[in-house]
């Protein structure tokens, strides 16, 4: 049988003398793994098209097990995040952490359009870091909530009542924000600035497209990251949060 697909490509890895699997997130069925029959060799074509943080058409032949490539059509190089190593850094950060929390052939349009969103976002920064954070974060933010993992940002996890300007905390196992007067019963919490909930609460609110006008500052992002990172690892289930 033969399938077509449009891809981002993840991941390659090299096994064999000549061959790879590439690991690529398609619109069609979700994460997939695939095989490149012979894709090192000097003269192949095919390897060109298939270079991870790349958009392309991927045409698969498959009767059983994983299946082949037999054809790809670039679409997208996205080839100013290529040339920057900050870029590529972020990028690829993200690709791991799909890896992750990701199952295999679990499809997603929702989530294939924001990852394509966020590639063509990125490819448009210079070299401006905290656009480049801002985004990476929104998308991350955008996919968790995507796979189930919805944040309270609105009101207290404990006592439900709407949050207020005031010294609130977030806990990862309740899934949300603790307020001032609930914050004691839970043990394993980080304090959160009134400023990183309004973030988050944009970043689940808007396009991912528009989320490069914001303006954050450096102390923000730090906190967000921890969050997040905190929220990762709970999703994939480490317990640990890191
Ligand atoms: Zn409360």
Known sequence: MDYKYQGIILNKRDIGEVDRIYTIYTLEGGKIRILGKGV??????????????????????????????????????????????????????????????????????????????????????????????ILTLGLLFKILDEMGYRLEVEKCVYCEKKLLLENNYFSVSRGGILCHNCHSFEQKKIIVSNESIKLIRIFLQNKIENLVKLKVSQADINQLKLILNEATGWFVGDGTGS
Request: charged share 30%; no cysteine; glycine share 6%.
């Open 40 to 133: 090192r060799k000097p003269n192949a074509k095919l390897a060109g098209n298939l270079e991870p943080i790349t958009k392309a058409e991927i045409f698969v032949s498959r009767n059983r097990g994983m299946g082949k490539i037999t054809g790809s059509i670039a679409i997208n190089n996205f080839s100013n995040i290529k040339t920057n190593l900050d870029l590529i850094t972020k990028v690829f950060y993200v690709f791991k952490l799909l890896a992750k929390i990701i199952s295999e052939e679990e499809k997603d349009e929702k989530v294939f359009n924001l990852l394509e969103k966020y590639l063509s976002g990125m490819n448009k920064l210079s070299q401006d870091e905290n656009k480049a954070d």
